[in-house]
């Protein structure tokens, strides 16, 4: 009965797998200002009130811009049928899924279908050509 209450309310039996690995906390460093860590959002706000008036009135020099232009551009090439299939076979089928609750296993299952797949690419394609 507690596997089907839990299937109902969170959509997905996936939620009572019992992850083994323990997952480390990113590294982070807390914003200083003054040399005191802003740990509260008054202390936050100082900081940025500060920070974002003290280069108000500023002078820019905006040839700096000018050397940007200078630099070659990555040309991302479109992915193919054989390239896409080849880059998820590679995937190990018992990553946890994402927010999506798509797992790998399912995409792989999609991608059989060949629409599904061209669909899908055009979609990655797109993602590219649009700098996302």
């Not at 460093?29 to 920070?51: F, G, M, P, R, V």
């Not at 992915?79 to 797992?103: T, V």
Request: include cysteine; charged fraction near 20%; aromatic fraction near 10%.
């Amino acid at each position: 009965m507690i596997i089907k209450e839990i299937a109902n309310k969170s959509q997905g039996l996936w939620e009572l797998m019992s992850w083994v690995n323990k997952h480390k906390l990113p590294t982070i460093e807390a914003i200083k200002y003054d040399n005191q860590l802003c740990l509260t959002l008054e202390s936050l706000w100082n900081a940025l009130h500060y920070t974002f008036y003290t280069t108000l009135h500023q002078q820019i020099d905006i040839e700096v811009l000018d050397e940007i232009s200078d630099k070659l551009s990555t040309f991302w090439t479109l992915f193919s049928k054989e390239e896409f299939k080849h880059a998820i076979s590679n995937c190990n089928n018992s990553f946890m899924p994402g927010p999506d609750k798509l797992s790998l296993s399912h995409l792989k299952s999609i991608l059989k279908q060949d629409e599904c797949l061209c669909n899908i690419i055009k979609i990655t394609d797109t993602c590219i050509n649009l700098g996302h």
